[in-house]
Structures are given as C-alpha cells and as structure tokens.
C-alpha cells in the first residue's frame, strides 16, 4: 500500500472514509509552503457543489494531503510490474462484476462499491462475488436522518441534503466525500439483491441495513501536478496507487466524461477503447482503476492531441458491458481531469474475520464527517465525546478523522470522567500515533481493550496536530448554506482549547472571517464487541470402538450448568473424550471426574464403565474467582447383528466395532459337514443337527473381539427343548471334536464367548432324516418355494412352511416341517433346509439421452433406458458413468450404469448411450491492429469472450484465416480485417476488425521548438526533412508579402526538402506560430511549379496546416479577423497536440496522426489577391470615365 510503519504508526490499513479531498503529490525535491499559523480558525476546505453532478471538498492548499517527502521513501525491493491486472492475476478474479448506472448520476456510487468488493474479494478471500446496492448507497447518502432515541447508535439525524432544486437522491450526484463519511456511519452498504438497482429508482432499504461494515479509505497520492498552467504526472504517486491496487484490490477515482458521446468527444477512441482528456474541466464521473499497463502507446489515444507519454489504467466503469470494452477501457496516465484515487476497505467478516478485529457495535454523534468546512488553529486543540454503555461490552477501537497528512493523533479513553471535565476520570487507555495520509482511521486498541458494563459512562478524548496546528475534530456547516443539516445536543460533545484551558460543550456558532459557522458534535467514534461470558461454549463427545478407532462426534452447544445434559451414545460407543470450547477465556483448570471419582482430561480416552453412571466437568478460572460445573448423562443401547439365518450377536459393553462384518451360513455336505458329524455322532445318537459356519470380519479379515459377548442361535419349539443341545466343532478332518457348550434355559439357546468365527452345531437327539441338500436357485420375483420340490425321503416327506415365501439371495436357509409316514421311525420336527440363491442380472434395453449443447456435461443430459430381466421389467435408477465429461460433437456412446431398487436380488447392470451434442455458439473478435506507414502487418490476433470455451479449450481449437487488403505499401487509412473461423466443437461468428495505418511524421533535425513537421507515408522510416528560413529579401518572401491584404501579417516564410520522394499521396505540412494569433482566419501559401495555391485554415493551438501533393517554399498569412468555435471546430483546427513539443530526438515511430486531419480548405488564388486587384482595376476604369467626361465637357463648350 505504501503506507510505512514508524514507532506506533498504524502498521494495516487505517485510513477510513473523510472528506473528497485531491491529493496532490509535490516533487520530492520540495515541499511546498503550508498556510500561514494564526490564532484564530482557519478554513483550509469548503464543500462544494460542482457543475456534472459531483459534490468535493475545494482545498484552499492542495499540499495540505501531500505526506512529506521522508514519508515517501521507497524501497528498492518494492518494484511493481509494468503491466497488472486484477480479473486475472494470481490466477483469480478480483474484481466484481460490470453494472449500469442507467441515466442517474451515480457513477461516485459504483465506484466506491467496486473498490469495496473487490477488497473483499481479495483480501477476505470470498467464495464468491460481493455484490453490494448502489442504490443502497446514493439512498443512505441523501437520507441519513435517524429517529432512534440513543442518538449515538447512527449518529442521529445528520444528513446531506440534496443541493439541487427537482433533483432526488440518483440525480443529485456526488463525490467520495459523501461515500467515506456514509459507509463509515455502518451506512449504505446493503446486498444487491436487498436493494437492487432497479428503474425506477426510488426509495432503498434502511440505511442501517448493511452488509458489511467499512473500515478505512485512503485517500492515495493525486497524479497530476500543476504548477501554474505546465502539467506534468507524478511517477512516485503512480508506484503508490499500483501497490495498493496489488496489495487491497481495486481503487476508486474520478475523471472528465464528455457529456456527448464519448465516440464523438475527440477525447475517446473507439478502435482501442482508449481515453485521455487535456483540458481544464473537472472530474465528473467514478470509476474503478483494476490493473495497468506501462507500455500502453500514445498512438493507442484519439486526436492531435497524444499522451506526454506511454501507459494506461485499466478501467472499469458502470455503463453496462455492451459499453467499451465489456464494459473497461483504458486511461492516460496523464488524463488531466483523474483525481480522488481511494481505497475503499471493508472490515473482515464479523464471523469469521480475527477475533480482535470484531466490531459488533459503534458509537457516534457525526453522521457527516467534519460536514462543509476543515478548519485549523494554531492553538492546541482536544476533542472529546461522552458515551453510555449499551450493554456488557468490550471496548476494542476508536474511529476519527484526520484533515491533513503527516498527522500525529493522540487518543485516550477515561472511565467515570465527571460531566464536562472528560479527563477527570480513570485512563484506562491512551495511544500516539503518526499517520502519513489524511483520512478517517479505525484505531484498534493495542492492549486488545477493556471493559464496560451496560449503563457505564465513558469518554473518548483525541486531538490531531500537523504543520504546527491543530485539527478540528467537529461536525461544521455554514449558516444558509445547503449542503448538510447537523443534529446536537449539549452535553454529548465536548472541545478544550490552549486559549482558554478549560473544557467547554462542543456545540457552538463561530464566525471564520465573514463566515458564520454552526459547530456540531466531535468526530471521534468508539467500537465495541459483546462482553464474553465465561464457561464452555461447545462440548464435542467422541466415541471410540473397541479398536480406538472414531465413530462419530456430536456436538453439545451451550451446555447449562444448572442442569444435567444429556447426550445418547450408539451402541458401538467401547469409550468416549471430551473437548471443550470456551465462551470467552479459556479457565486455568478443567478436569473430568467419573462416579468412582476417577479424574480425566481434556482428550482422554474414558472407558464406557466409566462413563455409564454419567460425568461431571469442573472448570477453575484464573485466581480463583470463579468456577463452572457441568453434569453430563448417557443413554446408551446394546449392539444386536442378526444374519439371515437368524444367528444373533448381542453386545452391551461396546466391544464389537461398528465395521465388524457378521455372516453365517448352514453347511450341509463337504468334508467340514462329515467331520462335524462324526464328531456329533455318540452324543446325538441317530439325532440331527444343522452346522452353522460363522465369520466374523473388518476390512476383509478374521476379526478376534476383545472381550465376551452373547451369540444366540436359533432352535424350533417343536421339539422337546431338553434333546436341544449347542455344540461347538473345533478341530479338522478325523481330529474334529464336539464340545457341549449348552442347552436351552428360559426358552433362549445363549452362550457368552468371544469365539465368532468356527462351527457351531444345533443338535437334537433324536431319530430324525437327515436334512435334503438343494439345489442352488436364481432370483425370480415370481418364483415361490412352493415352486421348488424338496427331495423324497423314505419313512415321511418334508414340506415347506411358507411355501408362498420367495426365496431371495439374502438367506441361505428356510424352514421346513418333516411328517413321518405311518409306522417310520422318524420323529416330526421342523429344520432349516439350506438354498443358495444367486441375484439375478437384468439387461437395459432402450438407452439414450436428451441432447446438449456443447459444453454441458454429460449429467446434464436426460437419461431414458429400461431394465428387463426374464422378460420382465426391473425397477431401479439409471446414471451416467461419468456425469461430469464434457461430451464433443463428434463423440460416440457413453457408459451408464443401471442400479435395481432390489440390490439384495439383482445385480447392477452397465451399457453405453449415444446422445446428440449440438455445437456451442461463440463470438469472437478480431483483434484492433495500429501501425504507421511502411510498417509491415503483424500476425493478426482474435479475441474471444472470458469463460466463452469450455473447459481446457484454448484458443488454438479455433482455426481462423484472416483477410485484409493492406500491405506495407498501403498509404494512411482505416482497413477492414476480416477473418473466417472454424471448430469443432463451436460455430464460430466472427467480428471483424479494423486495421489502422497512419502516416509518419518527420521534423528538421534539431528543431526543439517543433517549428515545422510534415506527415506522410514515407517508404523510408529515416527520410529527413531540411527547413530554412527565407529572408526577408528573397523574391519568394517578397511575393508571399505582395500577396497579403489589409490586416494579414506574414508570419512565416520557410523553404521546406525533403531527402527523398519515395511517399505515397499527399503531405500534411503542419507550423507553430505565436499563440497571440489563437482564433484567427489564416492562410496557407505554397508555390510550386511557377504556380501559387493558397490554403484557409484556422490558428489553434498556435498552429495551421495545409495538405499539399509537393514540397517548396512556404508562407502563413494570419488575418486579424477572428473565427468563431463553431467554424474553428468545422474546419478542424480542434485537432491538437495540446502544445505538446516533440523534439528532434523522439522517433518517428512514436508519432502517428490518430485522425485525418482537415484544417486546411485550398481557395482559389483570385481569392486572396484576384479580388483585391479586380477591385483596383474596376477604380481605376471609373476615374478614367470620369476625366474623359470632364474632357468632352471642356471641349464642347469651347
């Protein structure tokens, strides 16, 4: 930014919204004399409304706002490019988007918004475009008044008022200076989308609606420097803008716009969208400088009159992106009318912004800043305001304005300060600093701040000193002026002067010469946030499983003291931590007991017995004085995992994890089933038993759990409970063992074990067949168990219990009733028969999807298909494989993915889709090429709209082939370049554009005075011209002499060469004369080929110019008739260089005519001297008439 840190000098930035005031930078080899000291007041600025709708402080000095020279020091390492550009550097955008200001006058708004949200952008690093209200702005400007009781909340009913008759708050224009002071109220920044810019404009939301808040504006270094009519642009103020513009984003300023079209102003030039005004008239229009470029030619610029040198700013105006280009165009550096760079910077987001910047409340009496005046003193000078706590609050900041640069501001706070003696209280804070630019500043409080309870009087106290004199820190208007209304009481403000020594209420009326002044209330703000409140704002819970491994984390916000809080953990919960967060200190001391009285900390792995019975958490704040306890209860559920064939794990002690995988399956032949059975063989006795196979896993491997948990099987009703027995089958092959593990107790087959994976076997003993071995099945939604027999046994026959039960590929197994025949030995029972069902695989059939456009990704196309299976129709969803491919023209099917409502029974499906992709329609432009004469054409360039490719598309996917007629040979003009262009994927339309060839310029070596120049297309870049002047007794000067009527004056008489021949079409021969003549007809004589042509033009810019096919001797006649604008304007001569003086040193490359110019009309030459010398001979035929008659007379009467 530039500003430098020095002792306690604000080290962010700190300057906030003041006044409209110029910063005019002086050489550094200088500093220019400040006012002189007097003991009474003295104005050094007036508010002012100006013609073009904009409202600036008029500064007595302007070097008042110049920082002095030891402020301005710039180290070597803080370089800037020579080219920048916020929408794209670093590879981010940030600048806001272009917006149209319509027909109101409220460009000053825009501006400010778009340095605003660009800084947010920036420096806050916004996920997404700010858009604030213009509207918003220009509304809380004009309607300031606030009717809240506490006037200190928005600084009462302070407000600018409209200075024009007819005019409302989008038609009465405005400068900076209402924006600083407005946005620094906490005013006029609401979302555009709360007040959008809509017309008719008409009334905004509250003022105090705002979004974000203002912090600071910094009125940056002004780049023009006059010294009496001699203009010239300050380079050190042009590095300081640039820094600020890299560092905080994009920099509002203000600058001439012609009121007429800009295209027909001879200030704009459309082909390069380029602008440079040199005349006097003052700023009237906002603008948002966002980038620069230093090697931006003066050829770039429209008219005679070019640059004094290269570079530009990058400008975004508020005319809509139809307007230049996309709505930017480029500025001179040396654009005499720029002034008012600021930097408007918002305070960080009062959520997630720091903790120390966080400013939830302000109190203020000023809602106009210093209002219409900026006066001084030589005597020293301390303002003061009294404020009333709201509420518990922090006091962090204090806000106040400073009139001047290099301005060292002292600042104290008192608590309980007697009524109208402000330093009578206790200083609870106090701070100097040197503040190197004029501007208000947000002061945060070094010591982070102290504290105040709510109805807590406090008093502000600051003073601010400069140039040997200090700053009235006071609301000023001037009686019967128009331009401000203030709202005061007594009491609220308070000043004390050197003269008097004593404090006085603020609010008075002053006279300041002949000037009557009403005083209102002191200009110092104070920010506050809520008093913290001390305890545990959130409490996190972590649960952990067996394995330690996290589960989940919820969130306890706010928990109370006063009472227990409760909190329900999963049942894979095996132990859980705690984390606090704190209001607003953190305590000395937090410990976590258990109901055995067991301690904790913070983070500390406490088993689940015990937290079972509850905690309690006790914090200990620093010395004692006061401590918080809170109580915390669980609900806790077991963990119950059933397989299909109803084999149940039941865990209430969190040792299985929440990924443990349970599965089960009933085993019915294979080596493992015959071992099992001859190891069941004694103790079932010709019983039968089912074999289940269980497999515990996590993450695909054989999981052991840590301690006991219940496992449960399952056993049917109908068989006599005490022949049912739990086996447990460990061993392989012939050393396979059967282990009694237990029996049937309260109506439940139930052990506790930690074994989850091996052979378990239901027994029965008991004569029962031998359980049928099935079949495996596929998926059939319409296939029953009836549907598929069991196998015949001898001696009864089995029989499905549900037989209208579809078998799905979820369970293994399904009960089944066994029905001994008459006289068999088997026992009825009822078993489960186990059946492998696979899932079925459905087909899609019907693909296809919508068509795009290219550009849109494949999920945006409409997905159409079906999926059958068996004949059937599936239900279930379809996607796209990769919904996120951008799909080409020319690119064949895509993948998709079909996945079924029933994923338990049928498999997911893939196939492929072709869709239609339509190519995306585009512009481009072909790029605007200047060149002068004789110059070769560079490769031509096209442009295409940001974000108009898609994707990684560049410019090198277009194939284009540009056509235009001129070559190296080519004379002066305007030439089309026309182009045709093709893609793949895009239909492409293309805008021509223009290439612009301009004729050189050639001056006589050594000519410092720029006396005399030709333009032509000269073949050779080195052609010389050679220039003498004709004496007086030369025949030539004497026949240009002789052609002079009255009241013509011979001004010059030159013989002109030039070393070559080789031009193309005509010479514009162009001589400087003495301004004295400005505005006078003048005459161009040439004589060549023993024949005389004279040429009308017009003096401007103490200049005439006549074209001419040859070079020869020379003459200017200037009239002493004037030419009125109007004609002067008609013939050209508005055409200028603005007196600028090319030396014999500046290339001809650098010099191109921007315009054709047409200052000169040929006129016959009986014009100039045919006329006069008819006129002498008509005289001469009536007096010889007359002595003839006189002689007949004679002789006729003698």
């Known amino acids: 930014m530039g500003i430098r840190k020095n002792d306690k000098r604000i080290g962010t930035l700190g300057l906030a919204f003041l006044l409209a005031m110029t910063m005019v930078r002086p050489a550094l080899g200088e ?4 006012y002189q000291i007097s003991s009474e007041p003295a104005i050094q600025g007036r508010l002012t409304a100006l013609e073009g709708s904009s409202v600036r402080m008029r500064l007595e000095d302007e070097s008042i706002l ?4 030891q402020l301005q020091e710039t180290k070597e390492t803080e370089q800037v490019p020579a080219a920048y550009d916020l929408r794209k550097a670093q590879g981010r955008n940030d600048v806001s988007s272009v917006k149209d200001q319509k027909d109101a006058s409220t460009g000053w ?88 810019y809509e017309e008719p404009l008409a009334e905004a939301a509250d003022p105090t609606v705002s979004r974000i808040h203002m912090a600071n504006a910094y009125y940056l270094p002004e780049t023009a420097v006059r010294s009496g009519k001699s ?186 300060s007697i009524d109208g003696i402000p330093e009578s209280g206790q200083e609870v804070y106090h ?145 859980i931590t705690l984390s606090m967060e704190y209001r607003a200190e953190n305590p000395e001391k937090a410990v976590i007991l258990s109901s055995d009285g067991t301690q904790y900390e913070a983070e500390e792995d406490i088993p689940r017995k015990a937290f079972e019975q ?98 449960e099987f399952p056993y049917y009703d109908t068989t006599d409970e005490k022949n049912i027995r739990l086996y447990s089958i460990s061993g392989t092959g012939n050393a396979s063992k059967a282990s009694d593990l237990t029996g049937v107790k309260d109506g439940r087959l139930m052990l506790e074990t930690d074994v989850l994976n091996g052979l378990y076997a239901v027994a029965v003993r008991t004569n029962i067949p031998t359980i049928p071995k099935m079949p495996g099945a596929v998926y059939d939604p319409e296939q029953k168990l009836s549907d598929i027999p069991l196998p015949a046994v001898k001696g009864g026959a089995w029989s499905w219990i549900n037989e209208d039960a579809v078998p799905s590929a979820d369970q293994s197994s399904y009960a089944a009733r066994f029905t001994p025949a008459a006289g068999s030995s088997y026992e009825a029972c009822i078993m489960q028969i186990p059946l492998q069902v696979q899932k079925a695989a459905p087909m899609i059939v019907s693909a296809g999807g919508s ?75 072909v790029a605007d ?26 410019k090198d996917d277009i194939h284009v082939t540009y056509q235009c007629a001129a070559d190296q040979e080519t004379v002066a003009g305007t030439y089309p370049i026309m182009a045709e262009a093709s893609a793949e994927n895009y239909n492409v339309s293309v805008k021509p554009g223009v290439l612009k060839i301009t004729r050189n310029m050639v001056k006589p070596q050594g000519d410092t005075q720029g006396r005399v120049c030709i333009v032509g297309n000269f073949k050779n870049r080195d052609t010389r011209l050679l220039c003498a002047d004709l004496p007086m007794e030369s025949d030539e000067y004497q026949m240009f002499q002789e052609r002079a009527a009255d009241g013509m004056e011979l001004v010059s008489c030159q013989e002109l060469l030039l070393d070559t021949d080789e031009y193309l079409g005509k010479l514009m021969v162009t001589f400087r004369v003495d301004p004295k003549y400005e505005g006078r007809k003048a005459y161009v004589l040439h004589y060549a080929d023993q024949k005389m042509e004279a040429y009308e033009t017009v003096v401007a810019n103490a200049r005439v110019s006549a074209e001419v096919v040859s070079l020869s001797p020379f003459g200017v006649l200037v009239s002493d008739e004037p030419v009125d604008q109007a004609a002067a304007a008609k013939a050209g001569a508005d055409v200028t260089d603005g007196g600028k003086q090319r030396g014999a040193g500046d290339s001809v490359d650098s010099v191109v005519t921007v315009k054709p110019v047409e200052t000169a009309k040929k006129v016959p030459m009986w014009v100039v001297i045919g006329i006069p010398a008819a006129a002498a001979v008509i005289l001469l035929a009536v007096v010889s008439i007359v002595l003839v008659r006189r002689h007949l007379r004679k002789k006729k009467g003698s």
């Open 614 to 711: 509850g905690l309690l958490i006790h914090l200990d704040y620093a010395d004692g004085i006061e401590s918080r306890d809170y109580r915390l209860k669980f609900s806790l559920s077991d963990t119950e995992l059933t397989t299909p064939e109803q084999v149940i794990v039941i865990d209430n002690q969190g040792i299985v994890p929440q990924d443990m995988v349970l599965s089960s399956a009933v085993l019915t032949e294979g080596s493992v089933y015959e071992a099992a059975y001859k190891a069941l063989e004694a103790d079932v006795q010709g019983g039968s038993f089912v074999l289940y196979q269980l497999s515990a896993q996590r993450n695909g491997e054989k999981y052991l759990p840590g301690g006991a948990v219940q496992l």
């Open 431 to 575: 701070q100097s600093t040197m503040i190197p630019y004029a501007g208000f500043h947000t002061l945060p409080m070094e010591n982070g701040g102290f504290s105040v309870k709510a109805g807590e009087d406090f008093t502000v106290v600051a003073s601010a000193q400069s140039g040997g004199h200090y700053q009235y820190l006071q609301e000023a208007a001037v009686d019967g002026s128009n331009l401000v209304r203030l709202d005061y009481e007594k009491g609220q403000s308070y000043y004390w002067s050197e003269e008097n020594g004593t404090w006085q209420d603020a609010v008075r009326q002053i006279t300041v010469g002949d000037v009557p002044v009403q005083l209102g209330n002191a200009c110092i703000k104070v920010y506050s946030d809520t008093a913290p409140d001390l305890g545990i704002s959130k409490l996190a819970i972590t649960e952990k499983d067996a394995e330690g491994k996290r589960l989940l984390t919820q969130p306890v916000y706010d928990p109370d003291p006063a009472d227990a809080n409760k909190a329900a953990l999963s049942s894979y919960a095996s132990s």
């Open 231 to 416: 203009y010239s642009c300050d380079m050190a103020a042009l590095t300081e803008i640039k820094k600020c513009i890299m560092e905080n984003g994009a920099v509002a300023a203000s600058y001439y716009e012609d009121e007429k079209a800009r295209e027909n102003s001879g200030y704009y030039e459309a082909q390069t969208c380029s602008y440079f005004y040199p005349g006097e008239k003052p700023a009237n229009q906002g603008i948002a400088i966002v980038g620069w470029d230093d090697g931006y030619e003066q050829a770039n610029f429209a008219g005679e009159s070019l640059p004094e040198g290269p570079g530009a700013w990058i400008v975004k105006n508020s005319r809509g992106r139809e307007a230049d280009r996309d709505g930017y165009f480029y500025l001179s550096y040396y654009d005499r009318s720029l002034c008012d760079y600021t930097l408007f910077e918002a305070v960080p987001d009062q959520e997630s912004g720091p903790k120390e910047e966080v400013y939830r409340n302000i109190y203020q009496y000023d809602g106009v800043g210093t209002g219409e005046l900026i006066l001084t003193d030589a005597a020293e000078l301390k303002f003061a305001n009294r404020y009333t706590a709201r509420g518990d609050e922090i006091i962090k900041a204090v806000g106040l304005y400073t009139l001047e640069a290099d301005t060292m501001v002292d600042v104290s706070v008192y608590r309980s």
């Open 109 to 196: 708004t825009f501006a400010a918004a778009a340095s605003l949200e660009s800084n947010l952008m920036k420096k806050a690093d916004a996920a997404s475009e700010v858009d604030l209200s213009e509207r918003h702005l220009a509304w809380s400007v004009y309607h300031g008044e606030n009717g809240a009781e506490d006037k200190s909340a928005y600084g009462g009913g302070d407000t600018f008022t409209i200075p024009a008759s007819g005019a409302d708050a989008f038609t009465a224009g405005g400068g900076r200076q209402q924006a600083a002071v407005t946005l620094a109220r906490w005013y006029g920044a609401a979302a555009e989308k709360d007040a959008p």
């Open 851 to 925: 068509t795009l456009v290219y550009g849109q990704r494949l999920g945006e196309s409409d997905l159409t298909a079906s999926a059958v299976c068996n004949g059937k129709h599936v239900p279930g969803s379809f996607r796209w494989k990769d919904p996120v491919v951008l799909p080409g023209v020319d690119n064949g099917g895509f993948e998709i993915v079909f996945v079924p409502d029933d994923r338990v029974n049928y498999e997911e499906a893939y196939s492929t889709a072709s869709i239609g992709v339509l190519k995306k329609q585009i512009d481009i432009t």
């Open 929 to 954: 090429q200047i060149r002068s004469f004789g110059k070769e054409n560079q490769p031509f360039e096209f442009n295409v709209y940001e974000n108009a490719l898609v994707g990684h598309d560049t």
């Open 66 to 69: 110049s920082p002095m020279p």
């Open 31 to 34: 500093q220019p004399a400040r």
